[in-house]
T-cell receptor
Framework: EPEVTQTPSHQVTQMGQEVILRCVPI?????FYWYRQILGQKVEFLVS????????KSEIFDDQFSVERPDGSNFTLKIRSTKLEDSAMYFC?????????????FGEGSWLTVV | GQNIDQPTEMTATEGAIVQINCTYQ??????LFWYQQHAGEAPTFLSY????GLEEKGRFSSFLSRSKGYSYLLLKELQMKDSASYLC?????????????FGKGTKLSVIP
């Protein structure tokens, strides 16, 4: 069964460093998302992406965050200058289209620890 | 904005039936999803409701009442592997809005 894949599975970084999290969405999907989950808290929406541009973003997705689709398969989340509070599990997700019946499928996540 | 409430924890016995409730308040509504999440893993899709009524999928069923802002997930013939968090998520109807807003999840413990 097709799946969303993410790398790295774990990353430890120093505060202030840049981090890039990578994702390969399901191949026929057109909509891509990043969510995050701080340990013990709920899953939170960060950003959605379609047709090479951001469709919507949450308040969490401030200027230190950016997304990119550098080629036909990868979808990346960059955190420019990490803060301690960025420590979380980051989930990439994708769906065929945004239509009401379309399921959003999640990747296994990237654990980011900022020290 | 949206507000989604579900119980924090539940315990049920192997082989039994458990119902996990979710209530939501939203400015618009464009579907409700249930996901299963084992600790440290990704949410896995279980069910989707956009119209009132019951959707059945094997041992799992999900019900929606839009007028009441209410859904439940029903798990039958519980197995030990069903021990996980169950996340209720709502999609808003706002133009161009496709994000899901998640509840805090219900941690289900299945005991022998």
């Amino acid at each position: 069964e097709p799946e969303v894949t993410q790398t790295p599975s774990h990353q430890v970084t120093q505060m202030g460093q840049e981090v890039i999290l990578r994702c390969v969405p399901i191949s026929n999907h057109l909509y891509f998302y990043w969510y995050r989950q701080i340990l013990g808290q709920k899953v939170e929406f960060l950003v959605s992406f379609y047709n090479n541009e951001i469709s919507e973003k949450s308040e969490i997705f401030d200027d230190q965050f950016s997304v990119e689709r550098p080629d036909g398969s990868n979808f990346t989340l960059k955190i420019r200058s990490t803060k301690l509070e960025d420590s979380a599990m980051y989930f990439c997700a994708s769906s065929e289209s945004p239509g009401s019946g379309n399921t959003i499928y999640f990747g296994e996540g990237s654990w980011l620890t900022v020290v | 904005g949206q507000n989604i409430d579900q119980p924090t924890e539940m315990t049920a016995t192997e082989g039994a039936i458990v119902q996990i409730n979710c209530t939501y308040q939203t400015s618009g509504f464009n579907g409700l999803f249930w996901y299963q999440q084992h600790a440290g893993e990704a949410p896995t899709f279980l069910s989707y409701n956009v119209l009132d009524g019951l959707e059945e999928k094997g041992r799992f069923s999900s019900f929606l009442s839009r007028s009441k802002g209410y859904s439940y997930l029903l798990l039958k013939e519980l197995q030990m592997k069903d021990s996980a968090s169950y996340l209720c998520a709502v999609r808003d109807r706002g133009a161009g809005s496709y994000q899901l807003t998640f509840g805090k999840g219900t941690k289900l413990s299945v005991i022998p």
